[in-house]
């Protein structure tokens, strides 16, 4: 098992940063690929970012390709989510996820977290 809990979301204005946190623990956090997905209201969870568990290779939504960017610390078993330039469309909540493919798929994703509400106002 792989305990995920993500923070840093919180309401922001159109243009600002913000940096979302995901802290793991249980099983090896180095052994899995992490993944950002997202999920508006009234829309299903979408792929947001994904990083290899070494970290050296990363995937974006074309979406957010260019303001967003994921990293990881294995030695503080944290994944983060660094986003800027945020729009009011980016409003969601944001959850991180771990699996052992490398992949865009909500599906192939074996552990989630509860989630962190981003809201960017206009």
């Known amino acids: 098992q792989v305990q995920l809990v993500e923070s840093g979301g919180r309401l922001v204005q159109a243009g600002d940063s913000l940096r979302l946190s995901c802290s793991a623990s249980?099983?090896?956090?180095?052994?899995?690929?992490m993944g950002w997905f997202r999920q508006a209201p009234g829309k299903e969870r979408e792929f947001v970012a994904v990083i290899s568990w070494r970290g050296g290779i990363t995937y974006y939504a074309d979406s957010v390709e260019g303001r967003f960017t994921i990293s990881r610390d294995n030695a503080k078993n944290m994944e983060y989510l660094q986003m800027t330039s945020l729009k009011p469309e980016d409003t969601a909540i944001y959850y991180c996820a771990a699996g052992r493919i490398m992949t865009r798929t909500r599906s192939s994703y074996d552990y989630w977290g509860q989630g962190t509400q981003v809201t960017v106002s206009s």
């Open positions: 249980g099983r090896t956090f180095s052994n899995y690929n």
